[in-house]
């Protein structure tokens, strides 16, 4: 009777039993050790300096240490990759982005990871507006300004980038299928060289993020022509959206927030979400991002999951329209 098969089977519904119950008291006393934050972008950029602010908060609220660790690359897909694959308990975590997260699976086309099926949104940190700057000597004032030199002149303006497939070019891009013009888009190897080069009067314009472009504009070294968020920026209130200016479809807000691995248990995901609302709440944090022209994010998995899905289904249509091919 020692080996009958009832014995069998009492044995491995214990072990299930135990291994459901240690399951749950991991949970429930998450985190218990250190979390790794992955950031998919360099060091000193837009997303590694918010990555490591909002972890400093939030490991004060979980009393746990988070390590910021970049892994750049590929647009972004190695890092975002490297969390998908990662195990899903929580103790890898990191930024999701505008690019890899709703823009490079249509780009790339061959990616090995699916922001549909291998990550789990935990909730949407901000939302930054661009804005469209010209040279200061530039004869161009108004978007109608930009909109009539294109159509007289098809293929000669010229917009720069930080590269094929970022916010820079979708903008762009959006905005030329909006309007019904042509112009040239001209690569750099960054944001920061596409903008002096158009401060040198080497291209025409460029969609710049807010608080790139802020410093510039104060110095009279940028004119700012529209901005594409719904509503004016109080950093630039006399600036029009392109809603104003009578192309509602340029509308773009690159955003990031935090996810996870798929598979991550929705407790955890729970307490990771509490944690990082949170965070956002603190006075400091909020008028660093405010002072950037950025829109505080927030809310539930489920909200930053819905933003991802419409926001993959809209630039997938920009992407294949523009005929967009990476690097």
């Given at each position: 009777?020692?080996?009958?098969?009832f014995?069998?089977?009492?044995?491995?519904?214990a072990?299930?039993?135990?291994?459901?119950?240690a399951?749950?008291?991991?949970?429930?006393?998450?985190?218990?050790?250190?979390?790794?934050?992955?950031?998919?972008?360099?060091?000193g950029?837009?997303?590694?300096?918010?990555?490591?602010?909002?972890?400093?908060?939030?490991?004060?609220?979980?009393?746990?240490p988070?390590?910021?660790?970049?892994?750049?690359?590929?647009?972004?897909?190695?890092?975002?990759e490297?969390?998908?694959?990662?195990?899903?308990?929580?103790?890898t975590?990191?930024?999701?982005?505008?690019?890899?997260m709703?823009?490079?699976?249509?780009?790339?086309g061959?990616?090995?990871?699916?922001?549909?099926?291998?990550?789990?949104?935990?909730?949407?940190?901000?939302?930054g507006?661009?804005?469209?700057?010209?040279?200061?000597?530039?004869?161009?004032?108004t978007?109608?300004?930009?909109?009539?030199?294109?159509?007289?002149k098809?293929?000669?303006?010229?917009?720069?980038?930080?590269g094929?497939?970022?916010?820079?070019?979708?903008?762009?891009?959006?905005f030329?299928?909006?309007?019904?013009?042509?112009?040239?888009h001209?690569?750099?190897?960054s944001?920061?060289?596409?903008?002096?080069?158009?401060?040198?009067?080497?291209?025409?314009?460029?969609?710049?993020?807010?608080?790139?472009?802020?410093?510039?504009?104060?110095?009279?070294?940028l004119?700012?022509?529209?901005?594409?968020?719904?509503?004016?920026?109080?950093?630039?209130?006399?600036?029009?959206?392109?809603?104003?200016?009578?192309?509602?479809?340029v509308?773009?807000?690159?955003?990031?927030?935090l996810?996870?691995?798929?598979?991550?248990?929705?407790?955890i995901?729970?307490?990771?979400?509490?944690?990082?609302?949170e965070?956002?709440?603190?006075?400091?944090?909020?008028?660093?991002?405010?002072?950037?022209?950025?829109?505080?994010?927030?809310?539930?998995?489920?909200?930053?999951?819905?933003?991802?899905?419409?926001?993959?289904?809209?630039?997938?249509?920009?992407?294949?329209?523009?005929?967009?091919?990476?690097?």
């Open positions: 009777m020692s080996n009958s098969p014995k069998m089977i009492f044995l491995s519904l072990a299930i039993a135990s291994l459901a119950s399951n749950a008291s991991a949970q429930a006393n998450y985190p218990s050790k250190p979390i790794n934050f992955i950031v998919p972008y360099g060091a950029g837009g997303a590694d300096s918010r990555s490591r602010q909002i972890a400093q908060k939030m490991s004060v609220i979980l009393k746990q988070i390590i910021v660790d970049n892994k750049p690359g590929a647009g972004g897909n190695i890092g975002t490297f969390i998908s694959r990662a195990a899903p308990d929580g103790y975590i990191g930024m999701g982005n505008f690019a890899p709703a823009v490079n699976k249509t780009l790339f061959n990616l090995r990871y699916d922001p549909e099926t291998d990550i789990t949104p935990i909730v949407l940190i901000e939302k507006p661009l804005v469209l700057v010209v040279n200061p000597n530039s004869p161009y004032k978007v109608a300004d930009i909109v009539t030199a294109a159509k007289a098809p293929g000669v303006l010229t917009f720069s980038s930080g094929i497939g970022g916010s820079h070019q979708l903008s762009a891009e959006l030329k299928q909006s309007a019904g013009i042509d112009m040239i001209v690569p750099y190897k944001g920061s060289a596409g903008l002096t080069d158009l401060m040198a009067g080497n291209v025409t314009m460029m969609f710049d993020q807010m608080y790139s472009a802020m410093p510039s504009i104060k110095a009279d070294k004119r700012p022509i529209a901005i594409t968020s719904k509503k004016r920026s109080p950093l630039l209130p006399n600036i029009p959206t392109f809603a104003e200016a009578g192309y509602p479809k509308e773009v807000l690159n955003w990031q927030g996810i996870a691995p798929k598979g991550t248990p929705k407790a995901i729970d307490k990771l979400n509490a944690a990082a609302n965070a956002l709440k603190d006075p400091q944090l909020r008028e660093l991002m405010l002072s950037q022209g950025n829109e505080i994010g927030g809310g539930t998995p489920a909200d930053f999951a819905a933003l991802i899905k419409s926001e993959s289904s809209k630039w997938s249509a920009v992407v294949k329209t523009a005929n967009i091919k990476p690097e």
